[in-house]
C-alpha cells in the first residue's frame, strides 16, 4: 500500500471513530478514538491470528508506518504551534516561576527517580535492564505530553491558573524530556566513559538554548510579517510556513524543534492578540484554522496510537512490568512536582494554589510523544520491552487519567463554574 492510501485508511478510520464517539460514546475526543483504536486493533490482532489475510494486510500497512518519524519530525511541531498560540501569555507570565521550575528542575527529577526505581524493580520481575536505559525509559515518560494535556485537560473545566499551569510546564518539559533523552541515548550508544559532563552540558545548550532561541526568532519575524500584511489568506500561509520551514530548520540545525515551536506560538499568539496585529476577521481565519489542523492532527495521532496495539509484540511480562510502571511513575511525578513547589514556596516567589499538587500530579497525562520516543530507540537497546512499558502507561494514562481528571477536580472544588446559556425572552 502506497503512502496515499495508507494516509487515506487513517483519514477514514479517524473520521469513522470521531463520528461513532460523538454519536455513542461520548467521551472526550482524544479518549474516545484512542478506545475504538485499540479497541479494533485487540479484534483485529485476535482474527491476525487466526490468519484473515485482510487483517494480516492491514498489519502490514500498520506496521510500515514510521510512526516516531511521523510524530516527531511532522505532527508534534504543527500540534505544539496549534496549542501554544492560543495560550493567554499575560497568565502564563505570572505563572513562570512554577511553570518554569517544574519544567527545568522537576523533568530531570523525574528522570532520576523513575530511572532508578526500575533499575531496582525490572530484576525482580526477570527484566534486569541496564541503568542507562532505566534512565532513557526515565527521560522518555517523564515529560507530560503537551498533545494529551491539550486535547484533554482543557475540556476537564479546571480552574483557569491551574489549567495555565499544567498546559504551559507540558508545553515546555517535552523540550526538556526530548533534550535529556538525546544526552543520555548518546551516552548508551557511546558508553559513559565517552561522555564527558562538558559534553553533555554542550548538547543540552545546542538543543534546549538554541530550540528557544530560534523560536524567538521565527515567532518575531513571523509576528513582524503578519503585521504588514492583511489579507487571511496570506496570513494563514505565513504560519504554515512558519511551522513547516521552522520545524526543518530545527532538525538541519540540530536543535530543538518542539521549544522552537512553543516558543514561536506563544509569541505569535501573544502580539497577534495584545497589540491589535491581525485585523478581528484575520484574527478569526487564523484561529479556526489552526484549531482545524489541531483537531485533524489530533484525531490521526490517536487512532494511530490505538492502531500500534495490531503491531507491538507486547507480551504478559511486559503488561506486568508496565502496571508496574504505572506506579512508580505516579510517584516519581508526584514526588517532582511537590518538592519545586515546595522550594517556590519557601522562597517567597510563588505561593501555589491549594491542590496544586494532586491535579497536576493527575493531570500529567502521557500521550504519543513517549510512544514516538519510545519506538526511536536502537535495536541495540532493549527496545521492545520498554515500548511495550511505555505502551501500557500511556494507555492507563490517556484513559485512565483522562476519564477521571475531570470528576477529580470537582471532587477537590478547583473546576470553574458552567456557564448556562442564556434563554432569549419569549415574544409577547
Known amino acids: 500500500m502506497n503512502v496515499y492510501n495508507a494516509l487515506a485508511l487513517l483519514l477514514v478510520l479517524a473520521a469513522a471513530f470521531a463520528y461513532l464517539n460523538h454519536r455513542f460514546l461520548k467521551m472526550p475526543p482524544a ?32 506496521g510500515s508506518i514510521d510512526f516516531s518519524a511521523l510524530v516527531m519530525q511532522v505532527m508534534l511541531g504543527f500540534l505544539l504551534f496549534a496549542g501554544s498560540i492560543h495560550v493567554d501569555t499575560r497568565r502564563l507570565g505570572r505563572l513562570r516561576w512554577s511553570v518554569g521550575t517544574l519544567a527545568l528542575i522537576g523533568t530531570p527529577l523525574s528522570v532520576v527517580l523513575v530511572g532508578g526505581a526500575m533499575y531496582w524493580l525490572l530484576p525482580l520481575l526477570g527484566l534486569a535492564t541496564p541503568l542507562v536505559y532505566c534512565l532513557l525509559f526515565g527521560a522518555l515518560i517523564s515529560p507530560t505530553d503537551p498533545v494529551a494535556v491539550l486535547s484533554i485537560l482543557t475540556k476537564a473545566n479546571i480552574d483557569k491558573d491551574l489549567e495555565i499551569k499544567i498546559v504551559g510546564e507540558s508545553l515546555f ?6 533534550v535529556l533523552f538525546v544526552v543520555l541515548l548518546e551516552m548508551a550508544q557511546l558508553g559513559p566513559q565517552d561522555v564527558t559532563l562538558g559534553h553533555a552540558l554542550a548538547v543540552f545548550a545546542q538543543e534546549a538554548v538554541g530550540g528557544v532561541a530560534l523560536g524567538a526568532a521565527l515567532g518575531l ?9 492583511d489579507n487571511y489568506q496570506v496570513e494563514v500561509l505565513l504560519t504554515l510556513a ?4 521552522g520545524t526543518a530548520l530545527a532538525t538541519s540545525l540540530h536543535t530543538s524543534g518542539p521549544l522552537a515551536m512553543v516558543v ?6 501573544h502580539f497577534s492578540r495584545n497589540a491589535s496585529m491581525l485585523s478581528e476577521q484575520s484574527q478569526d481565519y487564523v484561529d479556526k484554522f489552526w484549531e482545524l489542523i489541531d483537531e485533524i492532527l489530533n484525531a490521526l495521532l ?10 507491538l509484540p507486547i507480551t504478559g511480562r511486559m503488561i506486568g512490568a508496565g502496571l508496574a510502571a504505572i506506579v512508580v511513575v505516579l510517584l516519581a ?14 522562597s517567597g516567589l510563588f505561593k501555589p494554589s491549594q491542590h496544586s499538587v494532586p491535579v497536576l500530579t493527575w493531570g500529567g497525562l502521557r500521550g504519543g510523544l513517549s510512544v514516538a520516543l519510545a519506538l526511536s530507540l536502537p535495536a541495540s537497546s532493549p527496545r521492545e520491552l520498554l515500548v511495550g512499558i511505555t505502551y501500557v502507561i500511556v494507555v492507563f494514562s490517556i484513559i485512565g487519567q483522562g476519564l477521571t481528571i475531570g470528576p477529580l477536580v470537582r471532587w477537590l472544588g478547583v473546576s470553574r463554574p458552567v456557564q448556562q446559556p442564556v434563554t432569549p425572552p419569549h415574544a409577547e
Open 333 to 346: 511525578r508526584l514526588l517532582s512536582v511537590w518538592l519545586p513547589l515546595v522550594v517556590l514556596r519557601g
Open 302 to 311: 490517536f487512532v494511530l496510537v490505538g492502531l500500534e496495539a495490531l503491531v
Open 264 to 269: 514561536a506560538g506563544l509569541l505569535v499568539g
Open 31 to 62: 479518549i474516545g478514538l484512542m478506545v475504538l483504536g485499540l479497541a479494533v486493533s485487540l479484534a483485529l490482532v485476535g482474527l491476525a491470528k487466526l490468519g484473515v489475510t485482510p487483517v494480516l494486510d492491514l498489519a502490514q500497512v500498520v
Open 242 to 245: 512558519l511551522v513547516a520551514g
Open 173 to 178: 518539559n517535552d523540550g526538556v524530556g526530548v
Open 221 to 229: 519575524g513571523a509576528a513582524w510579517l503578519l503585521r504588514s500584511v
